[in-house]
């Protein structure tokens, strides 16, 4: 098994145990992990549990909308980043068709 898979189940476990301790279905654990994806994104909804032990589902919930939320923010930013580099890139060095 590689790093990469081993660290993702590690977080999955992780969170599944985090939300059983606050007595709720594994039902919403698989859901959570499903929503988050990454170890980094279930690392940080199993730090939120942790620390501030919500009293709802729909807190937790929240939390994991939150938390997908910044990810698609960044995504976001990161692509118009990249694609206003290239632009940019284009302005400057053309299209490549001019004679010279």
Avoid: C, F, H
Wanted: proline share 3%; charged share 35%.
């Amino acid at each position: 098994m590689d790093d990469n898979k081993r660290r993702w189940l590690y977080s999955r476990d992780n969170l599944m145990t985090a939300v059983r301790s606050l007595g709720y279905p594994d039902k919403l654990g698989e859901e959570i992990v499903k929503n988050l994806g990454s170890p980094k994104a279930m690392d940080r909804m199993t730090s939120y549990i942790y620390q501030a032990k919500p009293n709802s589902m729909e807190e937790v919930v929240d939390e994991m909308i939150a938390i997908r939320t910044e990810i698609e923010t960044w995504r976001a930013k990161k692509d118009s980043e990249e694609a206003n580099a290239r632009y940019n890139e284009m302005l400057y060095y053309g299209l490549g068709n001019d004679e010279e």
